[in-house]
């Protein structure tokens, strides 16, 4: 606690000839400013140490701390981890918005100061461009973050350091984050495949997670499925190291099998990164449940109510809730109203295409329930129930129920002649095989989420065990020895 002080004294905020009301403004600027500085050390310490960890711990801290930060403490920082004059500092300087006299009084005393120490660290470097870039985006400026993350990209890519590929993997999403906001993310996909191969070549296996998620984004933002299912099946394959971009790569997986009618790999995909992404990431589990709700009513289902009455998501939820209400009843006509009150809200989440499909599950519901309700209904009154609106609604009914019969949705006949649908009586489900399937699947997927836990688990390096070893053989054959020299002096005595 003594030395905190001292540090803040070395900051000569005394000194400053300004008032005092501008002195108590910028009170924040040197506790940012001397995290920074730890936070500085640290990654100096794990880049000397080769230790990948301190410096993930750092960017950890610098995520916590990015909405203390302001022009003063970042052109601070640069003075501290950069040499004034040299190209890094004078290209990360220019991208900083110009403060007040005052503040640029207070970092030209901090800067000289702090001029004796300095670092030629590539991890260092890479940082700087790091901080700056987060903290642009953050002041929404992203004409200034798009110069700055092509000018991080074209540095980083001289730098061949396996502690630099976790500031790397950070500095690639945010390359894309500001191309992304200005609407040109287009533009960089070629650069974004020229990493992957570098990456690739590299043996740099987060960085290969985080730019195969970029390029999947990439190619779903303009529509293009078809390419992102290539790239991803071409792909390597490798144990996931980040379970953040292990989640957004199971969720774009989940939209591309959504798109190419493969439900049910799609659902368990989408569920899957809604339950492995963490708790504070509440849009991104908005998102993947918005999308898990579609798939499951598209495959028949209906979502439970629990689903849309999680904490935090009732109202971003409450269009999908609705329509899962319209699904349920089998009102064609209800479906048609909230599908147009929620246009606005489907278009943004991108699932308008998905809610067209789910008309004929509307149909199929409100057919099956007509079918559990009535042993024997004229087509006339199934279209009328149906609410058809085609030009020939009898005709349209029957091939309706004729291809629900096919597909096994109901059980019934139809008596062409009378204009019937004759439903069947209901059996006994416990004498099908259905309670046996769905055992399975629950069995199944108890063992899947066992599977995973014990995958995840951290288990203690072998060295340990291996030095207890050793000093057991050592042991052991002193032993040996004090045994076989015992031996020998009983020999000697008795002869």
């Not at 918005?97 to 260092?124: F, I, W, Y």
């Not at 490798?238 to 439900?263: D, V």
């Amino acid at each position: 606690m003594s030395t905190a002080p001292a540090q803040d004294v070395e900051m000569k905020e005394t000194p400053d000839p300004a008032e005092a009301p501008s002195n108590s403004a910028t009170s924040a600027a040197p506790s940012a400013l001397q995290h920074l500085k730890e936070i500085a050390s640290l990654i100096e310490t794990g880049a000397y140490a080769r230790e990948v960890r301190r410096i993930a711990r750092a960017i950890r801290l610098t995520m916590a701390l990015r909405r203390k930060l302001k022009t003063s403490v970042v052109s601070a920082f640069l003075n501290f981890a950069l040499t004034p004059g040299s190209e890094a500092h004078s290209r990360l300087s220019s991208y900083l918005p110009k403060e007040d006299d005052h503040e640029m009084e207070v970092d030209t005393a901090t800067s000289v100061v702090q001029a004796p120490v300095k670092h030629s660290l590539p991890e260092l470097e890479i940082f700087s461009y790091l901080l700056v870039l987060i903290f642009l985006i953050d002041q929404k400026r992203y004409s200034e973050a798009k110069a700055c993350s092509s000018a991080s990209i074209a540095r980083l890519k001289n730098i061949n350091r396996r502690t630099v590929d976790v500031l790397a993997s950070r500095l690639y999403f945010y390359y894309s984050l500001s191309y992304e906001h200005t609407g040109d993310l287009a533009e960089i996909r070629g650069n974004l495949l020229a990493l992957h191969q570098i990456a690739t070549l590299r043996h740099d296996e987060l960085g290969q997670e985080t730019l195969l998620n970029l390029l999947l984004r990439n190619y779903l933002h303009y529509n293009l499925y078809d390419q992102a299912e290539k790239l991803r099946s071409k792909a390597p394959r490798f144990e996931a190291h980040s379970n953040q971009q292990f989640c957004r790569y199971l969720f774009y997986l989940g939209k591309i099998r959504t798109i190419q009618l493969e439900y049910t790999d799609a659902k368990e995909s989408l569920l899957q990164a809604a339950r492995k992404a963490p708790i504070a990431a509440l849009c991104f589990r908005i998102q993947c449940t918005k999308w898990a709700v579609i798939v499951r009513l598209l495959l028949g289902e209906i979502p439970e109510r629990t689903v849309f009455m999680q904490k935090g998501m009732e109202t971003a939820l409450r269009p999908y809730f609705e329509l899962t209400n319209a699904v349920r009843i089998g009102d064609l006509e209800l479906f048609k109203s909230v599908a147009e009150k929620f246009s606005e809200t489907f278009s943004l989440d991108r699932t308008q295409n998905l809610i067209v499909r789910l008309r004929h599950n509307v149909i199929r519901t409100g057919l099956r329930n007509i079918s559990i309700s009535y042993s024997r209904i004229s087509l006339t009154d199934v279209a009328k129930k149906l609410r058809l609106d085609s030009p020939n609604p009898v005709a349209d009914a029957e091939s309706i129920v004729s291809k629900a019969i096919r597909d096994g949705a109901i059980d019934a006949t139809i008596d062409h002649a009378k204009g019937w649908m004759v439903s069947k009586e209901t059996g006994d489900i416990y004498s099908t095989n259905e309670p046996q399937m769905a055992f399975n699947s629950r069995i199944a997927f108890c063992l899947n989420m066992h599977n995973e836990a014990v995958r995840a688990l951290r288990f203690p390096p072998n060295s340990h065990k291996e030095k207890e070893i050793a000093e057991k053989r050592r042991e052991r054959q002193q032993q040996e020895q004090e045994l076989a020299k015992h031996i020998a002096e009983e020999d000697d005595d008795e002869f």
